[in-house]
């Protein structure tokens, strides 16, 4: 199989005066793993919808492979589609729910068999072909809805929240299945989510999506490190986010922040207004003596522990409340609710970016 180039040149969607989906251009490349994400509402389901024939543009023009087909009915964009819910047929067995797209096709009996045995042994479920989805896991029943959308080799395959179903352990195992099978069969994945670490874990690159059009468009490590704008930080992993101050001049190296605290900054490099200060909660330290770049005194308000790390929250005395992420090791047992603690970053560590 092998995928297809996508390209959205001005999409838009109106229901009347609600603007749903402002133009929007993307171009996907031939293969790609391409992720759209954002809150509920921000248009990522209205964008998938209008590839998939069940959204009519307002506007603009989808390109597949270099022709138009924004004009053409769903049953002929020969597009593989995976639900939330997995729409498998109840009463049919899991290799004839694999098999009912090439019979629509009405594709000869070899070729339906073959096709159906290549796709059950790729979704690693040959020996369940005879069970019905009642008698699978939810994981399983994921892996026949995948089999299905794939066994007629659509060059392009939607994904639309396809894990949203799944407890959070069975989600991340698919997460690899669904990464794994794109690498087999070869084809373009639009695949809409919500969640972040989702979007972050499985997709070439993604476009974060708010009120109808797109922020930020880049690589998941690239928008992690170079948000264009404080949506996009806030979406894509935590971050402290610290509004300076325009009616305050910047003295000593230092910006003032409406948030109550001074943070350094280069000075030779201009200043735009609405600016805010982003700083990852990983990159803020603990610290056991003043730092050269930020730092300040505070108390711990709360401690949450994941695996792996800790995630404080501290409030600086007389400013704001910044979060930290650190490692799991014996200090944190030392550093309790109430606890004094001087905390800090690097002055490289602090991004200036648009408010939005």
């Known amino acids: 199989m092998r995928g297809a180039e996508l390209e959205f040149r001005n999409a838009a969607k109106n229901y009347g005066a609600f603007v749903a989906l402002e133009p929007t251009s993307i171009h996907i490349d031939t293969g790609e793993f391409f992720a759209l994400l954002g809150p509920s509402g ?17 506007g603009g023009d989808i390109m597949l492979n ?7 009915p769903p049953y002929k964009r020969n597009i593989g589609m995976v639900f939330q819910h997995y729409s ?7 290799a004839q729910n694999v098999a009912f797209p090439l019979e629509m096709r009405k594709r000869n009996k070899t070729e339906i068999t073959e096709a159906v045995s290549r796709m059950l042994e790729m979704v690693r479920l040959s020996h369940l072909g005879e069970r019905y989805p009642k008698q699978l896991s939810g994981g399983q029943q994921q892996r026949v809805a995948l089999a299905r959308a794939a066994v007629y080799d659509p ?4 994904m639309d929240e396809p894990l949203g179903a799944l407890d959070k352990k069975l989600r991340e195992e698919m997460q690899y299945e669904i990464r794994s099978f794109h690498r087999k069969i070869g084809s373009t994945v639009l695949y809409v989510t919500h969640d972040q670490e989702e979007a972050a874990a499985m997709a070439d690159r993604m476009a974060i999506m708010n009120r109808g059009q797109i922020e930020q468009c880049g690589s998941p490590r690239e928008l992690y ?5 404080a949506f996009v ?10 509004h300076l101050d325009d009616d305050q001049p910047e003295r000593d190296g230092f910006a003032f922040t409406k ?3 001074a943070i350094r900054r280069n000075p030779t490099t201009p200043r735009p207004p609405k600016l805010v200060a982003c700083v990852r909660p990983e990159q803020v330290l603990f610290l056991d003596r003043e730092s050269p770049g930020n730092s300040y005194d505070g ?3 709360d401690v949450v522990y994941f695996a792996g790390y800790v995630r404080y929250r501290i409030r600086v005395d007389n400013g704001p409340t910044i979060l930290t992420r650190s490692p799991l090791d014996a200090q944190a047992d030392r550093r309790p609710i109430g606890c004094k603690v001087r905390i800090g970053w690097a002055v490289d560590d602090t991004k200036f970016i648009p408010e939005g």
């Not at 248009?43 to 009519?56: E, H, I, N, Q, W």
């Not at 806030?234 to 971050?239: D, H, S, T, V, Y």
């Open 66 to 72: 270099g022709e138009r087909i924004d004009n053409l």
């Open 225 to 229: 490190d170079k948000p264009r704008n």
């Open 299 to 301: 108390a711990i308000e």
């Open 155 to 158: 060059p392009l395959l939607l």
């Open 88 to 94: 498998l047929f109840p009463f049919r067995t899991v």
């Open 42 to 58: 921000s248009g990522k389901s209205t964008l998938l919808g209008t590839v998939a024939g069940f959204v009519p543009l307002s």
């Open 259 to 261: 948030e109550g605290i």
């Open 233 to 242: 930080a806030n979406f894509l992993g935590e971050a402290n986010i610290f």
